[in-house]
């Protein structure tokens, strides 16, 4: 049996997912976190957080780690802890930093630094020689109008360390890459307390369908697990509205999509430790990566995974965070596609009717979450405002994401937002 130490973790689905992967392998844990009540608001009414069931609960300033760093080695010279992990993208590269200090297996905090900033993944790429967008890294507006110029519009700007899409938005004109820059100047601080790098990454735009690649790896060897395709709304901004696993696409392009995720993660130095969701674009010019995320997939993605091969990424990432080998070993589900769709408001108001009928005995449903009536609606912006979602599988192909299209579709003739 081995101890882990969790380092905060979203409290979306992976927070629960996560604890699960944990117990059901005969592990324990303890949970660290700067915010006990940030998990005590996100459980269920009456429920209490998984996370909060761990064998001990306790709080430091993981925001900090110059003063964290020397509290977990105390801590682990009590407790014994035999890997540390996180599920949430601002607390990875401490979680890497603890692993290195204590011993512990993981990635090199170096890599996984340069894997959660923007800026960094585009120049480590670039020197490495594996194809992507033409890119600038800029502080003001100046150099930022400046280097637009440059790339030419339409191009992409992005924060180099935020996740779930917010603030990307794509710019066809200097007023709307000005609007785009002055937002992002208003939010010097995100939603874990930390305060943001102000730099701002403008990129070439990258025409063409989005596909993920998930990846294990383990003992320097890295082995695919699947492609993931998705679609994408909500222009300018970036909504991912539905991904379906694995992607229908032809034999190259599938091929084409792993071997640029596996030079991205080779050139980042992310080929030991590390459960990947590496986000690709396929333009006519070939795929160019788009992020590298050192984590598994959100959004549901690793259930999709599951429903079809019935590999467990989040078992995968507590085997690989304890320095074992993981299990990848596939089984006929008897599904061989499944999809997810969100329900992506697009203004703002309270949810007065939601028309779910069409739910009640769809065949191949899977999953069903949707918000009850005066629920208080925000306009998505990024991928944090969804209202739901619809999961479905297919028995027979990929004709999954047909299928919860059209439950979605169903959905929204019956919504009603005021």
């Not at 915010?35 to 998984?50: C, I, K, M, N, V």
């Not at 594996?130 to 800029?138: D, I, L, N, S, T």
Request: hydrophobic letters at 45%; aromatic letters at 4%; a negative charge.
């Amino acid at each position: 049996m081995g101890h882990l130490l969790v380092v905060e973790s979203w409290v979306g689905s992976m927070s629960r997912l996560l604890p699960r992967a944990i117990r059901e392998a005969g592990h324990e844990f303890t949970f660290l976190t700067r915010d006990l009540h940030h998990y005590l608001r996100s459980a269920p009414e009456g429920t209490a957080h998984p996370l909060l069931g761990a064998r001990h609960v306790i709080t430091a300033d993981t925001n900090d780690t110059a003063s964290l760093l020397p509290e977990v080695e105390r801590l682990h010279a009590v407790l014994g802890f035999d890997g540390v992990l996180t599920s949430c993208d601002y607390y990875l590269p401490v979680v890497a930093r603890i692993a290195g200090r204590l011993g512990l297996p993981g990635p090199g905090p170096e890599a996984v630094e340069s894997a959660c900033r923007k800026d960094l993944t585009r120049r480590a790429l670039a020197d490495a020689g594996v194809p992507g967008p033409r890119f600038a890294v800029c502080t003001q507006w100046a150099e930022v109008a400046r280097a637009a110029r440059e790339i030419g519009y339409p191009l992409v700007v992005k924060p180099v360390d935020l996740c779930a899409g917010m603030f990307v938005r794509a710019v066809a004109d200097e007023a709307a890459l000005a609007a785009a820059f002055r937002a992002l100047a208003e939010f010097p601080v995100n939603a874990r307390g930390q305060r943001r790098d102000p730099a701002v990454l403008l990129e070439e735009f990258l025409d063409g369908p989005e596909v993920s690649v998930e990846t294990v790896s383990y003992g320097g060897t890295v082995e695919v697990i699947g492609v993931t395709d998705k679609s994408v709304g909500g222009a300018p901004a970036f909504i991912e509205t539905g991904h379906m696993f694995p992607a229908d696409l032809a034999p190259t392009a599938l091929a084409d999509a792993e071997r640029t995720a596996l030079d991205a993660l080779k050139a980042l130095g992310l080929t030991d430790g590390t459960v990947a969701h590496t986000e690709i674009k396929l333009t006519p010019a070939g795929p160019r990566p788009v992020e590298v995320n050192p984590r598994p997939a959100g959004n549901r993605i690793t259930e999709l995974i599951r429903h079809v091969t019935g590999v467990d990424l989040a078992a995968a990432l507590v085997d690989v965070a304890l320095g074992r080998a993981p299990d990848l070993r596939r089984t006929d589900t008897g599904l061989r596609s499944a999809a997810i769709g969100f329900l992506v408001p697009d203004r703002a108001g309270t949810l007065r009717a939601l028309d779910a009928d069409a739910l009640h005995d769809a065949p191949g449903v899977l999953e069903v979450q949707l918000p009850t009536p005066g629920t208080t609606v925000r306009a998505a912006g990024s991928n944090n405002e969804y209202l739901g979602h619809v999961m479905a599988g297919d028995p027979t192909g990929p004709g999954a994401r047909t299928h919860v299209d059209r439950l979605l579709g169903s959905l929204y003739a019956g919504l009603v937002i005021r």
